[in-house]
Nanobody, 121 residues
Framework: VQLQASGGGLVQPGGSLRLSCAAS????????MGWFRQAPGKQRELVAS???????NYADSVKARFTISRDNAKNTVYLQMNSLKSEDTAVYYCNVSPYLDLRVGRTTDYWGQGTQVTVSS
């Protein structure tokens, strides 16, 4: 499975960005899709995930601000990020799994190349 992420950038606090991640290759392996992020000096953390059936999961810190969605026909997952804060600054990584959930360290899962999101005035 290959993942191509896009949509990061620089935005002011309170602004919005939309991340996209398109999967190709052995896509039949994919169930859950989602995003992790890693800020400098911090551990990689799950931001949001969505199963093929549409069940979503969010980190408490992004609930009500971020929305994850997916287009199964296009094998693409999206992360709409609104009301961005400086603490959202991180490298965001797309992740897919044959399982219903996402977690760091599982050898069955696939990672995208990472896209930088910087929230600053």
């Amino acid at each position: 499975v290959q993942l191509q992420a896009s949509g990061g950038g620089l935005v002011q606090p309170g602004g919005s960005l939309r991340l996209s991640c398109a999967a190709s290759g052995s896509i039949f392996r994919i169930n859950a899709m989602g995003w992790f992020r890693q800020a400098p000096g911090k551990q990689r953390e799950l931001v949001a995930s969505i199963t093929r059936g549409g069940i979503t999961n969010y980190a408490d810190s992004v609930k009500a601000r971020f929305t994850i969605s997916r287009d199964n026909a296009k094998n693409t997952v999206y992360l709409q990020m609104n009301s961005l804060k400086s603490e959202d600054t991180a490298v965001y990584y797309c992740n897919v799994s044959p399982y219903l959930d996402l977690r760091v360290g599982r050898t069955t899962d696939y990672w995208g190349q990472g896209t930088q999101v910087t929230v600053s005035s």
